[in-house]
């Protein structure tokens, strides 16, 4: 053995026999020949043996063992494995997908005027939780208010009131400069009943970063501003801008409203819609108010967490990589695995269900 390129392809063809039988013990990769490891060490063995002995005359075998002398060039690499020739490999499942809700006049939406839906009870704990992206802010050189709607609700009854309802969303105001503030807000109302008004409502300071993943999360007791929370990854922002908490009844709960993400279709008819534009991959509400340990480890150090945290309790789980296309429609319609309804996106392109989506999914 004393041709180095000799060495040098024993040495190559034993790491790769080990590696091979790594693969096929750690990951179930057998080959279809599976070697026979510890024979391949002990002819390893020999042919070190024999390379030491050609370049040192005094080195003596271990006495009373038979020294069998290998050919050191004769141990054949085991093929890679292959399947059978009638099952191909299967290509992989693509599940990173999320919805672009590009402005204008885009939405997802649930409407339960033919079919019961709710998800949580208004005046009870509740937890609402979704995987985000803002796009980037175009300076236009004017003040700017934008709003990024994750998640409305509003009383249908064949009238569309958002006097009755709930908002969850993000606000960007921006100066000519590009000075931005945000503010996270939530608010719960029922029309006027006498007075004071009857509202809960909460805002505080939060300036989010755009282009990338944020997991952005409300809890409230559904009552007081001070039992109503905000964390953007795992993280609590308690700067308060204002807050009201002036319940002096139920707030509405009807099995028959709508529910929405990325647009206020319309505010008591008084105005036209709202829309926003943001990346959103799942949206998620909870029964009761997760803690901020719960609200940690469901953002994972930015990884989507499957299943929910308190899976139990998760009362609504919308998750657009399930999106399917429907070409008649001209939508996209994704079934949330928690309550009987098929949310559907409206004006929708078929280019708006992207390949983006927070780590690990």
């Known amino acids: 053995m004393s041709d180095l390129v000799k060495k ?48 040192d005359d005094a080195l003596e075998a271990t006495p009373d063992l038979d020294i069998t002398y290998v050919d050191c060039d004769a141990i054949v690499p085991v093929p890679d494995p292959t399947p059978p020739d009638n099952t191909p490999f299967p290509e992989p499942v693509e599940t990173c997908r999320s919805i672009y809700i590009n402005g204008i006049d885009q939405r997802i939406f649930v409407r339960a005027s033919s079919a019961s839906y709710s998800n949580f009870d208004y005046n009870k704990n509740h937890t609402h939780s979704v995987w985000v992206k803002l796009p980037a802010i175009l300076f236009t050189g004017r003040s700017q208010s934008i709003d990024y709607i994750f998640y409305t609700r509003y009383k249908l009854d064949g009238v569309i009131d958002a006097s009755y309802g709930m908002g969850f969303q993000y606000h960007l105001d921006v100066t000519p400069s590009g000075t931005t503030t945000g503010y ?164 929708a392109l078929i280019t708006d269900l992207v390949n983006d989506c927070p780590d690990g999914v």
């Open 8 to 55: 040098i392809n024993l040495e190559q063809k034993f790491a790769n026999l080990v590696y091979k039988d790594f693969q096929a013990k750690r990951f179930g990769l057998t080959p279809c020949c599976t070697p026979d490891v510890n024979e391949i060490k002990f002819t390893k063995w020999l042919c070190d043996y024999q390379d030491l002995k050609d370049h």
């Open 184 to 347: 996270l807000l939530y608010v719960l109302r029922n029309p006027n009943v006498g007075l004071p008004l009857n509202i809960l409502y909460k805002t505080v300071f939060a300036a989010l970063p755009t282009g990338q993943w944020l997991n952005i999360t409300v809890t409230s007791d559904g009552a007081t501003a001070a039992g109503t929370r905000f964390f953007v990854n795992g993280l609590e922002f308690t700067t308060v801008l204002a807050s009201a908490e002036t319940i002096s009844s139920s707030i509405t709960y009807n099995v028959a409203d709508s529910y929405e993400i990325g647009a206020i279709t319309n505010i008591s008819g008084e105005t036209g819609p709202i829309y926003t534009e943001f990346v959103i991959h799942s949206l998620r509400s909870w029964d009761t108010i997760l803690t901020p340990a719960e609200i940690l480890s469901e953002y994972n150090s930015g990884f989507k967490t499957v299943p929910p945290v308190l899976d139990a309790n998760c009362v609504t789980n919308v998750e657009c990589n399930t999106s399917t296309w429907d070409a008649v429609a001209t939508e996209y319609e994704m079934t949330e695995d928690k309550n009987p309804a098929t949310w559907s996106t409206d004006n």
